[in-house]
């Protein structure tokens, strides 16, 4: 798809559709279409249908070969980015369902002021390009097609370079997004460790200046000593991977951090099997890794002056003979020792390890993400990420940089008086709490142990957002997310 640049009120010939947003304003509306067409029966419609440009609302006619469609967008003032992502998904959408080639923008109802340009333009393409994502490699017959071939944006000379600028940035945004959702859609059959680490080593090896990969087997595994990891590995036939990658940036790095992400390829729940519903959508139970992958798949473009390590100990949790039992006790990289009070809850001890690796790096700061417990979901429902976080300052900047990237996010505690509660009276902890409330904080607590004094720390219970059920927004289809990647590349690139 090619971004060019048009004059303000041309329709470039043989455009397919011209997608116009118009203010809430009568009088504006109708020279606008007045402008457009003589046709009589197109504005009588406009009385007929009430089109008044109140937000999202639609009207659309024909010039010759030409759609039109006006797109409401209410009180300027009110617009937010999150809004220009709304109504591009809708555009996006319209595009897929009608096999659009050609495509003219003239958003300049969607400017307030020349500072605006940026966050505009990469509104617009993040929310067109996520919508027009569509997971159908498996169906023999395509239900939509995505033929776009260009877009005219028409805007004043003056603004077409920054425009273009925040338009790429956008679609960098976009494209680790889509690269994470085609990961957790691929079928578990499909998507192996060994295919998560064939996807970084493609990472690595397309950007090989900027990121280095190393990835750890069995037996490395085993003489690092990861125990926890090698765990819940145990009652899986497909081979484990532990995969490290390390951007850094080409000047002196700032800062060094670490994103560490929960990499389960599909969770059974092992020996304690989950029932019928609850194994359904476990293929997505490599979320936080997808996010991981997603993200250092654009670093390279993006260009942060930080160092960024990517964390993922993937393998499957699977019940067998060889399976981890009820009971047992596994000892973590930094010597803990961990009783298994239930095999299902495998990700905090995959985590255990990783997260210990990930402080082995001597970084400042290590984010996690995991789709961790059922029980966030039942705190917040599937469209929010449960943040828990040691220090406040980061806590913050996470949180702001989820409110410009419109990924939902709650700030939760991480209370000193639940911290027994994750007690075991044989190791130094248990994967399950004796207590049936509270699982999205427990499980952030058990984590919480095997973060040493000094590392700041924050960890993001993705259960919900990592996959859709339904879609969620005009730019978010059923399936796989790519939930955090647009919120982490926001965050390290300030
Ligand atoms: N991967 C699941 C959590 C999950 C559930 C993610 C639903 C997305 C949707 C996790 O490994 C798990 O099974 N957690 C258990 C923990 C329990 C055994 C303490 C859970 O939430 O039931
Ligand atoms: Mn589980
Ligand atoms: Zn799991």
Not at 247 to 272: E, M, R, W
Not at 309 to 335: F, R
Not at 406 to 414: A, I, R, Y
Not at 431 to 448: D, E, H, K, Q, Y
């Amino acid at each position: 798809m090619e971004l060019k640049f048009c004059k303000s009120n041309t329709i470039e010939q043989g455009t397919d559709l011209l997608f116009y947003p118009v203010l809430n304003d009568q009088i504006k509306i109708n020279l606008l279409l007045k402008n457009l067409t003589t046709d009589q029966s197109v504005l009588s419609r406009l009385d007929k249908e009430k089109f008044t440009g109140k937000k999202a609302q639609i009207f659309s006619f024909q010039i010759s070969e030409t759609t039109v469609i006006f797109y409401g967008t209410g009180n300027e003032q009110k617009m937010n980015q999150e809004d220009w992502r709304q109504a591009s998904g809708f555009l996006g959408n319209y595009i897929l369902n009608n096999k659009i080639k050609s495509l003219a923008l003239e958003p300049s109802a969607w400017f307030k002021s020349a500072t605006e340009i940026e966050k505009l333009a990469q509104s617009i393409s993040e929310g067109l390009n996520l919508a027009l994502y569509n997971f159908d490699k498996y169906q023999n017959k395509k239900e939509k097609e995505n033929n776009l071939e260009v877009i005219f944006v028409c805007l004043d000379a003056k603004k077409r370079n920054l425009f273009k600028k925040f338009w790429e940035r956008g679609l960098f945004f976009a494209q680790g997004t889509m690269l994470a959702r085609d990961l957790i859609n691929e079928p578990a059959g499909v998507m192996t460790p060994t295919f998560l680490a064939k996807q970084a080593e493609e990472i690595a090896n397309k950007n090989h200046k900027e990121i280095k990969l190393k990835i750890l087997e069995k037996e490395a595994v085993e003489k690092l000593g990861m125990q926890a990891f090698l765990g819940v590995d145990r009652g899986s036939e497909e081979p484990l991977k532990f995969i490290h990658l390390k951007y850094l940036p080409k000047q002196k790095a700032k800062d060094k951090v670490a994103i560490v992400g929960k990499g389960i390829t599909f969770d059974s729940g092992g020996l304690n099997i989950k029932v019928g519903e609850g194994m359904t959508d476990m293929k997505m139970d490599m979320g936080g890794a997808a996010t991981v992958l997603g993200l250092f798949s654009v670093l390279a473009e993006l260009k942060p002056k930080i160092e960024v390590h990517g964390i993922i100990a993937a393998c499957e949790n699977m019940p067998s003979g060889s399976a981890l039992k009820p009971g047992d006790v596994v000892t973590n990289l930094q010597g803990k020792t961990i009783e298994i009070g239930n095999t299902d809850a495998e990700g905090r001890v995959t985590l255990a390890d990783s997260l210990a690796y990930a402080q082995k790096q001597k970084v400042s700061t290590v984010v996690d993400l995991a789709t961790l417990t059922g029980a966030c979901i039942v705190a917040l429902g599937s469209e929010y990420a449960a943040l828990y976080a040691n220090q406040d300052l980061l806590a913050k900047d996470l949180l702001k940089a989820a409110e410009t990237s419109g990924e939902k996010m709650w700030l939760m505690p991480l209370p000193e008086e639940y911290r027994e509660l994750n007690k075991s009276s044989i190791a130094d902890i248990r994967n399950i709490p004796n207590s049936r409330g509270g699982g999205s904080i427990t499980a952030a607590l058990f984590l919480s142990e095997f973060i040493e004094a000094g590392t700041a720390w924050a960890h993001l219970d993705i259960a919900g957002p990592a996959y859709a059920e339904k879609a969620l927004n005009t730019y978010t289809p059923i399936g796989g997310v790519g939930y955090g990647v647009r919120t982490l590349l926001e965050w390290l690139d300030n």
